[in-house]
Each structure stands twice: as C-alpha cells, then as structure tokens.
Nanobody, 127 residues
Framework: QVQLVDFGGGSVQAGGSLNLHCVASGDTFDMLAMAWFRQAPGKEREFVARIGASGDFKYYADPVKGRFAISRDNARNTVELLMNDLKSEDTAVYYC????????????????????WGRGTQVTVSS
C-alpha cells in the first residue's frame, strides 16, 4: 500500500507560479512512476505530467508543456510539480497519482491506470 499526500495549491493571478508537492509513504517509492492529474468543475480528470521511477523520463500534456515541470526526490519520497505562467484554464483540483507499472503508453493518460491517489489540492488562477 502507498499513501499519497498532495499539497501546495492556492490562489494566484494569471502569470503567477505555484509549486505542488506530493509525499509518499508505504511502498517502495523508487519503483513507482508518478503523475499529476487535474480536474476542473464539470470536467473529467485529465493527465498533466508523468515522471518515471528513476526520474529520467518525463512527459507533459500539451496544454502545460513549457510551463510546468515535474520532478522527484527518491531519497525523500517526494514528487513536485512546478507551475509557471499560470492561466485561468489551469484552475482545477490537482491530484498526485502513483503507477506500479513502469511502461509508458497511451494508457498512462487514463486515470484508471493508476493505483494510488492523493486527495487533491485546489489551484485557482484569476485573470
């Protein structure tokens, strides 16, 4: 079992930055691929970014490429999402997720693929 605690959200103006954090406990963190998803009101949960178990592989959804950066520290069991140049359309609840499977494919964009989830942290961007 893995427990994920995500935090760091808040309210910012467009163009601002936030750094989201996720702390994991329970299982072998350095064997898990980690990802961030987000869910806006009335919309489905959508993929934001993913990082491989070792941190070498990173993938971003098109809307956040060049603005967001995912990173991890396996010594501290943490994963972060640095969000720059925030836009109003980034407003959502952001969730940290863990995948026990290392293979990255189109299924990696599907929330049902992930085994463990944080409770989410609200990000609100005002224009």
């Amino acid at each position: 079992q893995v427990q994920l605690v995500d935090f760091g959200g808040g309210s910012v103006q467009a163009g601002g930055s936030l750094n989201l954090h996720c702390v994991a406990s329970g299982d072998t963190f350095d064997m898990l691929a980690m990802a961030w998803f987000r869910q806006a009101p009335g919309k489905e949960r959508e993929f934001v970014a993913r990082i491989g178990a070792s941190g070498d592989f990173k993938y971003y959804a098109d809307p956040v490429k060049g603005r967001f950066a995912i990173s991890r520290d396996n010594a501290r069991n943490t994963v972060e999402l640095l969000m720059n140049d925030l836009k109003s359309e980034d407003t959502a609840v952001y969730y940290c997720a863990a995948d026990r499977r290392s293979i990255f494919n189109t299924g990696s964009f599907d929330p049902s693929r992930y085994d463990y989830w944080g409770r989410g942290t609200q990000v609100t961007v005002s224009s």
